[in-house]
T-cell receptor, first 113, second 111 residues
Framework: DGGITQSPKYLFRKEGQNVTLSCEQN?????MYWYRQDPGQGLRLIYY???????QKGDIAEGYSVSREKKESFPLTVTSAQKNPTAFYLC????????????FGDGTRLSIL | GEDVEQSLFLSVREGDSSVINCTYT??????LYWYKQEPGAGLQLLTY?????DMKQDQRLTVLLNKKDKHLSLRIADTQTGDSAIYFC???????????FGTGTRLKVLA
């Protein structure tokens, strides 16, 4: 089945530690996105990538980094510079062509130890 | 500016219809979407409507779009307990890969 796989489902971070969230898709989609979701709030865009080896900052990129070395993979690193990382992180992808809907993974919940 | 607003909560009885509302500020959007999020899961695309349409029906779901008032609604007929979730509206724009999401409406269905 085609889809988007995020791992791990739960992740714990210690103070001063960088952690990486995985996002893999086998939908052959060009564009991929990372969102952060806090309780009672909508989705806020962290980074997005339209093609391999290219990505753009979203609205809340500070304290995060990404890479796009392969079309199917778009990992997100939450660095120690992100002082409030506890949230639910969602990865999405969409097909080429304007106004194609986004498809989402099942998310990773990140907590501070 | 870009802003999409939704009411936070909605409670209905099983078997009744639910209407979830969304208002947006940027009228240049091309498509508008409805997503459903169950606890601890990602967003599931329910339906979407092109901005030059007024209405779209898909089984129990009816989407109404009033471009003049910048108002989008999702009606769920014969609401079931399995419909309990958070519902997000979103809009996309020609020429950009960016999407704007609403704050989400938590629907609770009472048995």
């Amino acid at each position: 089945d085609g889809g988007i796989t995020q791992s791990p489902k739960y992740l714990f971070r210690k103070e001063g530690q960088n952690v990486t969230l995985s996002c893999e898709q086998n939908l052959n989609h060009d564009a991929m996105y990372w969102y952060r979701q806090d309780p009672g709030q909508g989705l806020r865009l962290i980074y997005y990538s339209q093609i391999v080896n290219d990505f753009q900052k979203g609205d809340i990129a500070e304290g995060y980094s990404v890479s796009r070395e392969k079309k199917e993979s778009f990992p997100l690193t939450v660095t120690s510079a992100q002082k409030n990382p506890t949230a639910f992180y969602l990865c999405a992808s969409r097909d080429r062509g304007e106004n194609q809907p986004q498809h989402f993974g099942d998310g990773t919940r990140l907590s501070i130890l | 500016g870009e802003d999409v607003e939704q009411s936070l909560f909605l409670s209905v009885r099983e078997g009744d219809s639910s209407v979830i509302n969304c208002t947006y500020t940027d009228s240049s959007s091309t498509y508008l979407y409805w997503y459903k999020q169950e606890p601890g899961a990602g967003l599931q695309l329910l339906t979407y409507i092109f901005s030059n349409m007024d209405m779209k029906q898909d089984q129990r779901l009816t989407v109404l779009l009033n471009k003049k008032d910048k108002h989008l609604s999702l009606r769920i007929a014969d609401t079931q307990t399995g419909d309990s979730a958070i519902y997000f509206c979103a809009e996309s724009f020609t020429g950009t890969y960016k999407y704007i999401f609403g704050t989400g409406t938590r629907l609770k269905v009472l048995a």
